[in-house]
């Protein structure tokens, strides 16, 4: 396990970070009104919710919740930016680092949950992050924290296409290269293993890269990897919504999508760690569920018709492949 100690409670630290994700939220957040087109056609807006939790309670900290509902291509699409401080690590965040058990930390991030109108237009999450724990991790004298990054995006689709699971994972590859040739599989496989229902033995998606405790390359490298990424997710997902959007379809894909989307559902509350995060440190409800679709539905013991799109889902598309 790394544990070096980089210089992270410094002022200028702080705001670098902080201000490349408030960029990196703006910069999505205005392509997808870009998407969304005029108002006057049916095009959506984003809500910006500046929020800050006060000193005084357990969590302190502001961020900026962007929602948007309704929209002409995306149905619900959240984008929320995080930056927050507090006297106990959550337990969710430490089961890799059990000596940090208790310790003041500190968190910022960025993450999304893209859900579209569309059926053929693929659910989309990507997040980026870093957490600071230890003597100093909020501000405080002393000795530096541990600082670690995690991140990554992953691809869900309703009706699967190859070139868009293909297009989706170049991306991911081409962001990492530059850091090392080894990361790409390592964190695609990460991303298996993390997006996966155990309850249901299945996929959540075609996967993407995944990635947690990550310091190996030293702060500024590991910061740079991390930026990376972030900077990859719109030229990752744009172009496979630009290709399906304005695809026809009818009450029968309508019902498959929400079906679907339920599984969704199941794996943000019972299985995503960031999700036990934000709960377990008394975040803000509101922004820690932004990944909710607005309308999902379950079936009991569904089964698709053989030779279906619906199958193909499952059969091709939910498996564990090298997709480049």
């Not at 210089?7 to 703006?26: K, M, S, W």
């Not at 699967?160 to 297009?167: I, L, M, S």
């Not at 790409?184 to 033995?201: A, G, M």
């Not at 029968?252 to 969704?264: D, I, K, N, V």
Request: charged content about 20%; some cysteine; hydrophobic content about 35%.
């Amino acid at each position: 396990m790394n544990t070096q100690k980089p210089t992270f409670n410094t002022a200028d630290t702080v705001a670098r970070v902080r201000g490349y994700l408030e960029g990196l939220q703006a910069r999505i957040t205005s392509a997808l009104e870009d998407i969304e087109g005029p108002q006057s056609q049916g095009g959506a807006r984003f809500r910006s919710d500046a929020w800050r939790r006060e000193s005084g309670s357990a969590l302190q900290g502001d961020g900026i919740t962007r929602i948007l509902e309704g929209g002409r291509v995306f149905e619900r699409a959240g984008c929320g930016f995080s930056h927050v401080s507090g006297p106990r690590l959550p337990p969710s965040a430490t089961q890799h680092r059990p000596e940090l058990a208790g310790a003041p930390f500190e968190a910022m991030g960025v993450s999304l949950v893209f859900h579209p109108r569309n059926p053929y237009v693929p659910t989309v999450h990507m997040n980026v992050r870093m957490i600071a724990a230890g003597t100093g991790a909020a501000g405080q004298a002393g000795q530096g924290p541990i600082c670690w990054f995690g991140g990554g995006m992953d691809l869900t689709p309703y009706y699967g296409f190859d070139d868009d699971a293909v297009h989706f994972h170049r991306a991911c590859r081409d962001a990492l290269a530059p850091f090392g040739e080894g990361l790409y599989p390592r964190f695609k496989t990460w991303c298996d293993e993390y997006f996966y229902l155990k309850h249901r033995n299945e996929q959540r998606g075609v996967g993407g890269i995944f990635f947690d405790d990550f310091a190996e390359l030293g702060f500024e490298q590991s910061l740079a990897m991390t930026q990376s990424v972030g900077d990859a997710f719109l030229g990752a997902y744009l172009p496979i919504v630009q290709r399906r959007m304005h695809m026809g379809h009818g009450e029968r894909e309508r019902e498959f999508q929400l079906y679907r989307r339920g599984r969704y559902v199941e794996f943000n509350l019972v299985w995503d760690r960031g999700t036990h995060f934000g709960l377990q440190s008394g975040g803000r409800t509101e922004s820690i569920l932004l990944s909710m679709p607005p309308l999902a539905a379950w079936s009991y013991q569904r089964e698709p018709q053989p030779g279906s799109p619906e199958a193909l889902l499952t059969e091709r598309f939910l498996q564990r492949r090298d997709w480049i």
